[in-house]
């Protein structure tokens, strides 16, 4: 006869368990644990953490907080005191909730119809809070995946602190960076490893397709962009090589012919950098043993190439046409 299972409330949930009911990571779960104190005495013998029913219903109503848009350190402090979570719901551009559970300002953003969690980031990056920033973009990622947290909370976050920025002189420019930063280690954290066997000597030629390659023509760089491609890549297993901001030409062009990627994705964002004959140069590379050379398909990300592309190469309207056509080319 099976032996009856033991009632949560009694065994408690493990960290694995309670991840999945919550729709987080249990890298979250630590990470709250350290920072905010929401974390379980009880342990195993073999001293595993086992949560609580009391453990739980407070990060469950963390978790509600959070996505209502209040930082998680103020989240936490409301959560363990249990305070209405209902409040937040109702908390307006740039407010939140202090110790005490009221409502306050602090710098509102010109963000629209967005989802709240991008209030409670906007939020966090006017106070210039890291660790929330931080806390929130990662949340994000593990809920919505790279492509969702990209369109849904980091850009319109970004573009709100742009169009501040552009209003308001020079304020915000400190804003912006903070924000830029942890977005481009958020993504970079969210880059898994693919695996790919290494290029051969820049003497024997590669006889099988490559990784793909990401680079930011010269003079160009921003890279936030192609940091999220770069992600969202490899969430679908693609391998990948991301060389980054204002790549010189030659050494673009070397790293394709020792690479032989069966795609290039060259980022420019400013029309002065978008170079037609850089892109016609590297699409006209070839590679592979003779006989059977191959060139790369060059996808044209970025607004910089409006009018100057050079046609045949396709120019993907955002990062979920990136994704599809660099995953059909590779």
Do not use: I
Not at 8 to 28: I, Y
Not at 168 to 196: C, I
């Amino acid at each position: 006869m099976a032996r009856e299972r033991e009632p949560v409330s009694e065994v408690g949930l493990t960290t694995g368990a309670l991840a999945r009911r919550l729709g987080v990571s249990p890298t979250t779960l630590r990470s709250w644990d350290r920072r905010y104190g929401v974390g379980t005495e009880v342990r195993t013998e073999g001293r595993h953490r086992r949560w609580s029913p009391q453990d739980v219903a407070v990060l469950e109503a963390m978790c509600r907080l959070t996505s209502a848009g209040v930082p998680p350190a103020e989240a936490a402090r409301a959560a363990r005191a249990g305070l209405d979570v209902s409040a937040a719901q109702d908390v307006p551009d740039g407010g939140g909730l202090d110790g005490d559970g009221r409502s306050h300002a602090a710098g509102a953003l010109p963000l629209g119809d967005v989802r709240q969690e991008c209030r409670g980031l906007a939020r966090a990056a006017v106070r210039l809070d890291a660790p929330a920033v931080d806390d929130l973009l990662t949340a994000a990622v593990d809920r919505h995946g790279v492509v969702g947290a990209w369109h849904d909370v980091m850009m319109p976050v970004l573009h709100a602190v742009g169009r501040k920025w552009e209003t308001s002189g020079d304020r915000y420019v400190e804003v912006e960076h903070l924000l830029s930063w942890h977005v481009s280690t958020t993504l970079r954290r969210a880059t898994r490893r693919v695996d790919q066997p290494a290029p051969p000597p820049e003497a024997a030629p590669a006889t099988t397709p490559g990784p793909v390659v990401l680079a930011c023509v010269p003079g160009e760089q921003h890279t936030l962009a192609l940091e999220a491609l770069t992600a969202a890549l490899s969430e679908r297993g693609v391998p990948t090589r991301m060389f980054g901001a204002a790549v010189p030409a030659e050494a673009l062009t070397a790293a394709v012919r020792r690479l032989g990627p069966p795609v290039v994705v060259l980022w420019a964002q400013a029309r002065s950098t978008a170079s037609a004959p850089l892109a016609a140069h590297v699409a006209g590379a070839r590679w592979g043993a003779r006989g059977a050379r191959r060139r790369p398909l060059v996808v044209l990300g970025g607004t910089g190439w409006s009018g100057s592309a050079p046609s045949g190469m396709p120019r993907p309207g955002g990062l979920n046409e990136a994704l599809e056509l660099v995953c059909g080319g590779y």
